[in-house]
């Protein structure tokens, strides 16, 4: 079998999910492909898990309703050792980064991070992944009953749904008392598309020119293009915007289909957060910026006149 677990949110399960399905899809290895969801009044998610894998199993309990990694790995390590699992797959997000390794203790599995490929060689599982600001790209192999794989976010085109839903059933879970307990839950509240579930992103750096420019620049063009906006180290820094929207090596790591680079070098910690992105478009006034070196389109030229264009002309088409 090979388990997958479920990040959702509000009723509905998060894009890396999808990406953890293809990424399943393509081992082709032995045993039904299994989405674990876990929480408290996870109905929605479930119904939508049961269109992406082969059978769903539902862990639906109060003790569930606030996640705690300690919890969740006991949770998950009793499902696939009961279903003997061989491959347990979750996200390389915070939580999930948090919760592998206990899983993988817990299992006496192999632990494999921040997977951007996934193939079976001979009795071994070989994952791709990037290191040295991804610079690199080194290949692992795992060879055991049990692996315990994180999948980058973004690493994987997402699944399609099946045509049909797969069954679901409820299991019966034996928790480890919580000993961590969540006090206060603050979420930031925005309107704009998550950084994570964008497929375009535009970002700013120094070389935008002030907090009222950024606002102007980055986020007109965002909002023309329904995109996710992005900051370098440098801006977050100086307090033009907050750290979530920062992308970079201490920030968080994007692959969009198309990521938009206003004002923006390219040191190697921010190429190392968004190097991989599917198409990269850079508009800079410095014809020897570092970033032109990395870009699919570049536009040398001053961004207070080229984006303004771009805005005008994406709403007389819109």
Not at 21 to 45: C, D, F, M, N, Y
Not at 215 to 238: I, M, N, P, S
Not at 274 to 291: F, L, R, T, V
Request: glycine share 8%; hydrophobic share 45%; aromatic share 4%.
């Amino acid at each position: 079998m090979i388990l997958m677990v479920a990040e959702h949110a509000n009723g509905k399960l998060s894009k890396s999910v999808y990406e953890m399905t293809e990424a399943a899809r393509t081992l082709q290895r032995e045993g039904p492909i299994t989405l674990l969801v876990l929480g408290k009044e996870v109905s929605k998610a479930a119904a939508e898990a049961a269109l992406l894998a082969d059978q769903v199993l539902v862990g639906d309990l109060p003790a569930l309703a606030e996640y705690d990694a300690e919890v969740w790995a006991a949770a998950i390590a009793q499902i696939a050792q009961e279903g003997e699992a061989h491959t347990i797959l979750m996200s390389a997000t915070r939580s999930g980064r948090e919760c592998s390794p206990r899983v993988a203790v817990k299992c006496d599995a192999a632990l494999m991070e921040d997977a951007i490929s996934l193939s079976v060689v001979g009795d071994a599982l070989e994952a791709e992944r990037y290191t040295f600001l991804t610079r690199v790209t080194e290949r692992v192999r795992a060879r055991g009953p049990v692996t315990v794989v994180t999948i980058k976010p973004g690493a994987f085109t997402p699944a399609k749904p099946n045509g049909s839903a797969a069954e679901q059933y409820d299991v019966e879970l034996t928790l480890p008392e919580r000993r961590l307990n969540v006090t206060q839950r603050m979420t930031e509240k925005s309107e704009r598309i998550a950084l994570a579930e964008a497929d375009s992103v535009v970002a700013g750096g120094r070389g935008v020119g002030t907090p009222e420019a950024f606002a102007e620049l980055v986020e007109g063009l965002a909002d023309q293009l329904g995109a996710g906006v992005a900051a370098t180290r440098a801006v977050v820094d100086a307090g033009w915007r907050p750290y979530a929207e920062q992308v970079g090596q201490t920030g968080k790591t994007v692959q969009p289909k198309i990521y938009w680079a206003l004002g923006i070098s390219g040191a190697v910690q921010h190429l190392s957060g968004m190097g991989k992105s599917k198409m990269i478009i850079a508009i800079n006034k410095d014809a020897e910026a570092p970033i032109f070196k990395d870009t699919d389109y570049g536009i040398v030229g001053d961004l207070k006149e080229i984006v303004p264009a771009l805005i005008r002309e994406l709403k007389t088409t819109a």
